[in-house]
């Protein structure tokens, strides 16, 4: 399993930005795909983003408003959120999973918050 830990959650505005980030024990250029999910409180967890190998791709919510990208120098992934709305709070995971996985079967980070209010 690989390990993940996410970070930069925290409070923002709506229409307001954050910025999250994913980072591993292992070297992401080795990892298929790597995605978000979030959790709203009472809701089931969610897909937000996904980075494969192949390209990206984004829930019907997180088109045109949030971006996911890997940094191999970093080796960590992050998903640049702008035009936040307070729908968007919740706790985002980081996923991680190879080739041939499902998310369920992945690696999961321990999730970040994030609240979206004014």
């Known amino acids: 399993q690989v390990q993940l830990v996410e970070s930069g959650g925290g409070l923002a505005q709506p229409g307001g930005s954050l910025t999250l980030s994913c980072s591993a024990s292992?070297?992401?250029?080795?990892?298929?795909?790597m995605a978000w999910f979030r959790q709203a409180p009472g809701k089931p967890r969610e897909f937000v983003a996904q980075?494969?190998?192949?390209?990206?791709g984004y829930s019907d919510s997180a088109e045109g408003r949030f971006a996911i990208s890997r940094d191999s120098a970093k080796n960590t992934m992050s998903l640049q959120m702008n035009s936040l709305k307070p729908d968007d709070t919740g706790v985002y995971y980081c996923?991680?999973?190879?080739?041939?996985?499902?998310?369920?079967?992945?690696?999961w980070g321990q999730g970040t918050p994030v609240t979206v209010s004014a």
């Open positions: 996923n991680a999973r190879q080739r041939g996985q499902v998310y369920t079967s992945g690696s």
């Open positions: 292992i070297n992401i250029d080795n990892i298929y795909a």
């Open positions: 980075t494969t190998t192949d390209g990206t």
